[in-house]
């Protein structure tokens, strides 16, 4: 996955550097959701791929990177990618998978 920056006044897009070995797979579809000092990724899909997987990045990584650079990038593996079909079961406590949703921070939740 790759992670881009963009300059507010400028208006201008930055790649940011990529030098940890682990990064969440190519997606479309996710959302991508501030909490705190974190970004939440869910869900998405690759093709006919369907992933249900939270995943999080550090945005303070993006500060110490420059400072300590084998550091590298901050990704933590929440719960661990299902690939599946659409539909699916919803008896389950972890949202099912999906692409094309939307998510929101609100009172120290996430919402989808």
Request: charged share 20%; with cysteine; aromatic share 14%.
């Amino acid at each position: 996955m790759i992670l881009r920056t963009m300059e507010s006044e400028s208006l201008e897009w930055f790649r940011v550097p990529v030098e940890s070995q682990w990064c969440p797979q190519p997606r479309y579809g996710h959302s991508m959701t501030r909490f705190g000092d974190r970004l939440f990724v869910f869900g998405g899909q690759l093709d006919y791929k369907f992933y249900n997987d939270l995943l999080s990045f550090d945005l303070s990584s993006l500060t110490t990177l420059s400072e300590d650079s084998d550091k590298g990038f901050r990704w933590t593996i929440h719960s661990e990618v299902t690939v599946l079909p659409l539909p699916q079961d919803i008896s389950h406590t972890q949202p099912g998978a999906r692409t094309g949703h939307t998510a929101v921070a609100w009172k120290e939740k996430l919402y989808m």
